[in-house]
Structure formats: structure tokens, C-alpha cells
């Protein structure tokens, strides 16, 4: 039965504005979406209460998390060696659920820099990080990061030392990676809330660093 | 049987099957050190199609940009890793 | 011919390739690409398939899916099939849900059942 479309122009019928990605015309394959999560309710393969509280928990995950988890092995070096041993556990000690994903954290130094590609597809550490940027999936990104990192991470404004070495961690199979950038200079004694902050997303992918504190 | 252990030299397997597999082409017939063994996991070639998949050592294997893409690598020392399953490597 | 009809590297299989400079681009998921993760995550987690299927289905749709198509439309894609191939549903099923839903309405706000 179709619903009665004879609500006021511009929300929906409970009252609240469509969100602008519902305002388009229905493509076939946004029918497709609704068909199959109405089947696999009618199958009771899932629940629609399980399919909202899955995105609730995805909409969660960010950066941020990510960031705690760096700032902490920056600040205690009992949680760095486990991060180093066992990142999947040490995720889970800072209270985010790895799901099923297995971390492995890499970790810069005066002398190295990490980069994470996956080229076969785009495997992503989403329960650390959450969901992955649109140029990590892109053709350019997972073609050119194994053969030219450092032209690539150039375009990100991130040109690396002469003495440094890149290792490129190409993402092919079950585990996940996490670059754990290093600490800025100037940082002595910071507690770890005020690090996260230099933290960002791209730093734990390796396209960019930590930000060095003004 | 290819020696897996960490620091093992391991050629990965040069052949060109069809079909769902995550051994990137351009590793196929490089040597890299084995950095570390995983798993065993379940063989994605067999799980791609939904059968029962025996359980596989997961070695990281760390090759030379050099190895890779030759003398006219950007910078031959850099070094690329990634996860390849046993029974893509043998012995070097 | 293609590449892989000649060496049997495929489409997906992309790492070394030229290409040009990464595309600074980036967009917020939308409500039903949300739910289309969302989909993977639960039927997977409870066993209809693997990530591996998942993948597989993406690469067997070919690269000109991968150029005309968004990252979700695939993945909806491939999820379907591999729920289809598992015998979740039948395609008669799922082509009479399809043409209910599109008749319930004109976008994908007003199609919601409920």
C-alpha cells in the first residue's frame, strides 16, 4: 500500500525534511537497496532495528578514535608495546570493538614512513578509523601508491626527507593497517586528549603527518 | 615445502589463474623476505564461492622497490609489504 | 584486446598502473549508502556470505561498472548476488519487491515501507 504523499511540501510523513539524498528520483539500484532489506527482514535474516543500530555504531567511528589510539601510544609505553604486539587487542583496550577486523599498527620514526594502500580493492581499518575517503578508493590512489609513494604522497604537500625511507603496506588480505605518525616536536609532557588533537585522518593513512602545534 | 619462517627468502608463484585472488600481479615472481607469518585463514579462492576453505599460514613479505620495478624504481631502497598466502610462495 | 585477454591480469587488479593525479574530491555517505554497508555487514556476519564473495562479485561486474557506477550501487550489486547465489531469495522475489517499491513512489524518501 503506498503511502498517502499529501504532506506538506519538502518533509516527510513524519514531519522531518528528506534528506537531500532522498529528494532525487528513485534509481533502480536505491530500489534495489530497499527490496533487498525489506527481503531479508520478511526472511528474518536481519531486523530493521539491527540495520539502524549497525549504522549508528558506523556513524560513530571517526578519526577521532583513531587519533585517542595513537595519543596513547605516544603517552604510555605499556599500551605501545601491546599496539606494537597486538594492535586488534589494543584497539579493544581503548574500548573500540574491532569487529571483525585484525590491526596491524606501523609505525614512523626519524628514519621510516608508512603509507597503506589496498590495490586490489579498498580495505580500510573502518572499525578504528571509520569509513574511508573517496580518493582511497580511487583508480589513481591504489594504482600509483606501490610504484611512485612518493609522488603521490607529494600531491597530499607531504614531501619526505632524503634520508627517509617509505614502506608501502599494500592492504591485500585479513589484516588492516594503522599508521601511528610520530609525535610533533614541542609536545613534551602533553596529556593524550590535547595530542589527539594534532592527530588527523590522513596521518594515520600515512598521506600526511601529525600537525605540529602552533 | 617453502620455509616460512621470519626472514625466510620467498619467490611468490609467477602463474596467472582466472578467478578471485588476492596476489596482486605485479608481486607475481618477486622475491621478498617473509617479515611475519598470520593466520591461518580460510583461502579467499575458495571462499569467494562459497565453499569450504582449508585454513592457510598468511606471510608478510617485504620486497625492495628494486625487486619490484627494477632499477628505474623511484627510490630502489623503499620497500613495499604486503600479505600473500602460502600457497603462492616457494622457495627462492 | 583487453589486458587480461591477453596476460590474464584483471581490471581490478590496478597496483602500478599510470594514472593521473589522486582526486581531492570528497562526500558524506548518503542514507541508503549507509544501509547498503550496513546490508554487508549483517548478511555476512550472519553467514549468507563472505567479504570474499563480496569481492568477487564486484570484480566479475567488470570495469566499466567500476567507472559508470558508484562505490554503493556496486556494492548493493554484489550483495544481491551473492544473497541470490546463497538462495536467501528467489529472483522472482526480488523482482516483485523491486516493482512494489517503485511503484510506492517517485524518490527514495517516499518508497520507505513504514
Same mark, same amino acid.
Given at each position: ?25 528513485? =534509481? ?13 527482514? %520478511? ?29 596513547? =601510544?605516544?603517552?604510555?609505553?605499556? @599500551? ?15 574500548? @573500540? ?50 610504484? %611512485? ?6 600531491? @597530499? ?6 634520508? =627517509? =625511507? ?24 602533553? %596529556? ?23 | ?92 | ?35 547498503v554497508d550496513a546490508l554487508m555487514i549483517l548478511a555476512s556476519g550472519a553467514g ?14 567488470? /570495469? ?20 541470490? /547465489? ?20 517517485d524518490s527514495y524518501g517516499t518508497v520507505q515501507d513504514g
Open positions: 500500500m503506498p503511502h498517502d504523499h499529501h504532506h506538506h511540501e519538502g518533509t516527510s510523513p513524519s514531519g522531518h525534511p528528506y534528506r537531500a539524498d532522498q529528494d532525487g528520483p528513485l =534509481t533502480y539500484w536505491q530500489a534495489m537497496e530497499v527490496a533487498v532489506r525489506e527481503l531479508l527482514v %520478511e526472511k528474518g535474516v536481519v531486523t530493521a532495528d539491527q540495520v539502524q543500530r549497525q549504522i549508528e555504531a558506523m556513524d560513530a567511528r571517526s578519526p577521532a578514535d583513531g587519533a585517542a589510539f595513537v595519543a596513547r =601510544t605516544w603517552t604510555d609505553p605499556d @599500551f605501545a608495546a601491546l599496539a606494537r604486539r597486538d594492535a586488534t587487542a589494543a584497539c579493544r583496550e581503548m574500548g @573500540f570493538d574491532p569487529g571483525t577486523m585484525r590491526l596491524i599498527a606501523v609505525e614512523n620514526d626519524e628514519g621510516t614512513h608508512n603509507v597503506v594502500v589496498c590495490t586490489l580493492c579498498s580495505c580500510y581499518p573502518r572499525n578504528l578509523l571509520g569509513l574511508p575517503p573517496d580518493w582511497y578508493k580511487s583508480r589513481e590512489y591504489r594504482s600509483r601508491t606501490v610504484r %611512485e609513494p612518493r609522488a603521490v604522497l607529494r600531491e @597530499f604537500g607531504l614531501d619526505l626527507p632524503e634520508g =627517509t =625511507t617509505v614502506r608501502v603496506h599494500d592492504s591485500t588480505a585479513d589484516m588492516r593497517y594503522v599508521v601511528i605518525p610520530r609525535r610533533p616536536d614541542g609536545t613534551d609532557g602533553w %596529556e593524550a586528549d590535547l595530542l589527539a588533537a594534532l592527530v588527523t585522518r590522513d596521518s594515520m593513512i600515512g598521506t600526511g603527518v601529525a600537525r605540529v602545534p602552533s | 615445502m617453502v620455509d616460512l619462517a621470519p626472514g625466510a627468502t620467498v619467490r611468490v608463484a609467477a602463474m596467472m589463474p582466472p578467478g578471485h585472488v588476492r596476489t596482486p600481479a605485479y608481486l607475481r615472481g618477486k622475491v621478498g623476505e617473509v617479515e611475519r607469518i598470520l593466520g591461518p585463514f580460510g583461502n579467499p579462492e575458495r571462499l569467494a564461492y562459497g565453499l569450504e576453505a582449508e585454513r592457510l599460514p598468511l606471510a608478510r613479505v617485504r620486497f625492495t622497490m628494486r625487486e619490484v620495478w627494477g632499477a628505474g624504481a623511484e627510490r630502489p631502497d623503499d620497500t613495499l609489504d604486503a600479505e600473500i598466502y602460502a600457497h603462492w610462495l616457494e622457495p627462492a | 584486446m583487453s589486458e587480461a585477454g591477453t596476460t590474464g591480469r584483471r581490471w581490478h587488479d590496478m597496483g602500478g598502473d599510470a594514472a593521473g593525479p589522486v582526486p581531492g574530491d570528497e562526500h558524506d555517505f548518503a542514507l541508503w549508502e549507509k544501509r549468507h556470505f563472505t567479504v570474499d564473495g563480496l569481492r568477487r562479485a564486484l570484480e566479475d561486474m567488470g /570495469e566499466a561498472a567500476f567507472e559508470e557506477m558508484s562505490y554503493y550501487e556496486r556494492w548493493i550489486a554484489a550483495v544481491n548476488q551473492n544473497l541470490l /547465489e546463497g538462495g536467501v531469495y528467489s529472483i522472482e522475489e526480488l523482482g516483485r519487491k523491486m516493482a512494489e517499491v517503485q511503484a510506492r513512489g
